[in-house]
């Protein structure tokens, strides 16, 4: 789920940026301390939007820096569980096919690509199912559920996502459009 949240905190803008806009210089060094990290309660820090307010700065004896209290807009997505996500196959393996929601990877494990017996084709990079002879391969759009969230560290790609896609109306897009018309029809 994306979010737009509201941060107050303390920021050092060291002597090389005091030639510039104040709000610029903040910006600049909360992007570099902000994005891409994963906070536990909040989710993935996408983007630092803009810095609302920024106090007047202080200097601490011995570090020629300033620090000032500010007040930002910062996006964030975090996963959450049950959660219907859409994104792209954008790798394989024999265990499973990773699917990139947002700015995190999920893994649908190969029991939970469909319901069928699921073969996986090493030489074409793809998930074959036996008695359906639906293909999952790289590239493909996929729509499917969080099942679980495994949380290790604020750096993204240490943190797991689990998926499935064994449930009516997720899988592969056009699994999912032919079910629909399947249905019309009947």
């Known amino acids: 789920m994306y979010k737009l949240l509201k941060i107050k905190d303390v920021v050092r803008i060291p002597p090389r940026m005091f030639t510039m806009d104040p709000k610029e210089a903040a910006k600049i060094v909360l992007r570099e301390a902000y994005e891409g990290i994963y906070d536990r309660d909040e989710g993935v820090v996408l983007a630092v939007m803009d810095v609302e307010d920024i106090g007047q700065g202080v200097i601490v004896p011995g570090d020629g820096a300033t620090y000032h209290e500010v007040v930002f807009n910062v996006l964030v997505w975090k996963p959450e569980m049950h959660e219907v996500v859409e994104g792209e196959v954008i790798d394989v393996a024999p265990y499973g096919a990773f699917i990139r929601?947002?700015?995190?990877?999920?893994?649908?494990?190969?029991?939970?690509?469909?319901?069928?017996?699921?073969?996986?084709?090493?030489?074409?990079?793809?998930?074959?199912?036996?008695?359906?002879?639906?293909?999952?391969?790289?590239?493909?759009?996929?729509k499917a559920r969080i099942i679980a969230i495994s949380v290790k560290s604020r750096v993204i790609r240490e943190n797991k996502i689990g998926l499935t896609m064994r449930q009516p109306g997720l899988g592969k897009r056009d699994w999912v459009e032919k079910e629909k018309r399947r249905e019309a029809e009947e």
């Open 101 to 142: 929601i947002g700015p995190m990877d999920g893994l649908v494990h190969i029991s939970q690509l469909m319901d069928d017996y699921v073969v996986f084709d090493e030489k074409n990079k793809q998930f074959i199912g036996k008695e359906t002879n639906r293909i999952l391969k790289l590239g493909d759009e996929a």
